[in-house]
C-alpha cells in the first residue's frame, strides 16, 4: 500500500497566518511560472518558425539536433524504472523515454485524476464530512469520523500525505453532486475513465479513486504508461497551478473546519533535492512497485517533466534525480551547439 506520513494533532490552534502566507505566495508562483513559460514558447515559436522553406530547414535542423543530443545524453542512464518518459511542456515533446506506452499499474498516481475531477467539480469551500465509509478505506492518514475539512483544504491534505480516506472522500462528494437519481449514484471511477478518454489517454483506466490494489497478486486499481502521466500532470498543473502547491512542501500543517491541525509529511521526502520544482506526486504499491512523478523548472522558463513507472520503493527517487540531472545536461549541451 502507500505510505501515508500523517499525524495528528488534538488541538484547537489554527494555522500560523505566516505559515499560510507563504505557502500561498508559492502556489501563486508557479502559476505565474507556468503561465509565462507557455507565453514565451508561443512568442519565440510565432518569430522563429514561419512559414517560409527557411523557417522549417531551420525548425527540421533543430529538431535533428534536440535528438541527436538527447540519445547521446540518455543512452547510458542507468535506472530502476520499467518505464519513464522526460516530457518537455512548453513543445509537447518527449525528450527521453523508455517504454513510453507500456501499461503499468499507477498505484497513487491514480489521485492526480481523483484531484483533478474534485477540483473541476467541487467548489473550493463545499464542506465535505469524513464518515465510516471513507475511514474503511485501507490506509490510516488521521483523518477522524465527522470530521469537516473545505474541499481545497483535503485535497491538499490528500495529495501530500497520499490519503486513500481523503481520496475516497472526495470522490464520494464529486459523485453525490453529480448523482441526479440517490437510488443510482454515479460510480466516480467512471468519471475518471471518461476523462481518461477525453485527455486521449489511451492506456490509462481506473478501477479505484486511490489506486490501491485490488488484489495484491493480479491486479490493480488503476494502470496508465509513463506517457499517459506526463500528459496528464501537464494537463492538471497547467489548468490548475495551485492544485499540487502542496506538493512541494516536505511538511505541512493542514486545518480542518473543526479546528483539528493535521501535522502532513510529504510522501516525496526527496522533494528538496530537485531545485525550482513545481509539482510532484508518489504511488507505491505490492503489484505497482515504486512511481513517481515530477513537475519542475529547467530554467529560462522550461517546465518539464519526469515519470517512473515500476520502480522500487527508494529506486523511483534515485531514477527521478538521475534524469533530472540528465535533462539539465541535455539542455546544456544543446544550448552550446546553438
Known amino acids: 500500500m502507500e505510505e501515508n506520513y500523517s499525524s495528528i494533532v488534538y488541538t484547537k490552534n489554527q494555522i500560523e497566518p505566516e505559515m499560510e502566507s507563504k505557502h500561498g ?14 507565453l514565451s514558447t508561443v512568442t519565440v515559436s510565432a ?30 542512464i542507468d535506472v530502476e ?21 507500456s501499461q503499468l499499474p499507477l498505484a497513487s498516481l491514480s489521485k492526480i485524476m481523483t ?11 463545499q464542506i465535505i464530512t469524513i464518515n465510516k465509509n471513507n475511514l474503511a478505506i485501507d490506509g490510516d492518514s488521521g483523518l477522524l469520523e465527522g470530521e469537516r475539512w473545505k474541499a481545497k483544504d483535503l485535497l491538499k491534505f490528500t495529495l501530500i500525505v ?17 448523482t441526479k437519481d440517490p437510488e443510482n449514484q454515479i460510480d466516480f471511477k467512471n468519471l475518471m475513465n471518461s476523462k481518461a478518454k477525453e485527455l486521449g489517454l489511451d492506456q490509462t483506466y481506473f478501477l479505484n479513486e486511490s489506486g490501491l490494489d485490488i488484489d ?47 501535522d502532513a509529511r510529504n510522501t516525496n521526502q526527496d522533494t528538496l533535492s530537485i531545485p525550482w520544482i513545481l509539482a510532484s506526486k508518489t504511488g507505491y504499491t505490492d503489484l505497482a512497485g515504486g512511481n513517481l512523478v515530477i513537475a519542475f523548472d529547467a530554467g529560462m ?10 520502480s522500487s ?26
Not at 524504472?81 to 506506452?101: G, L
Not at 484531484?115 to 469551500?125: K, S, Y
Request: a negative charge.
Open 115 to 125: 484531484a483533478l475531477l474534485a477540483r473541476e467539480n467541487l467548489d473550493e469551500n
Open 216 to 262: 495484491e497478486r493480479t491486479q490493480s486499481g488503476s494502470y496508465g504508461s509513463s506517457y499517459d502521466v506526463v500528459r496528464l500532470f501537464a494537463y492538471s498543473i497547467i489548468k490548475y497551478p495551485e492544485l499540487f502547491g502542496s506538493t512541494i512542501d516536505k511538511e505541512l500543517v493542514v486545518t480542518s473546519e473543526d479546528s483539528y491541525t493535521h
Open 25 to 38: 505566495i508559492r502556489e501563486n508562483f508557479v502559476a505565474i511560472f507556468l503561465l509565462l513559460a507557455l
Open 313 to 338: 520503493k527508494d529506486g523511483r527517487f534515485s531514477d527521478v534525480n538521475k534524469l533530472y540531472k540528465a535533462t539539465i545536461d541535455y539542455l546544456d549541451r544543446q544550448n552550446k551547439t546553438n
Open 81 to 101: 524504472a520499467n518505464s519513464y518518459v522526460v516530457y518537455d511542456i512548453n513543445n509537447k515533446t518527449v525528450v527521453a523515454s523508455k517504454n513510453k506506452d
Open 47 to 76: 518569430f522563429i518558425f514561419n512559414n517560409s522553406k527557411e523557417g522549417e530547414v531551420v525548425a527540421l535542423e533543430k529538431i535533428i539536433k534536440k535528438e541527436e543530443v538527447a540519445k547521446e545524453v540518455f543512452s547510458n
Open 301 to 310: 522558463m522550461q517546465p518539464y517533466i519526469i515519470a517512473v513507472l515500476g
Open 162 to 178: 497520499s490519503s486513500n480516506d481523503g481520496a475516497n472522500a472526495l470522490a464520494s462528494a464529486v459523485s453525490s453532486l453529480k
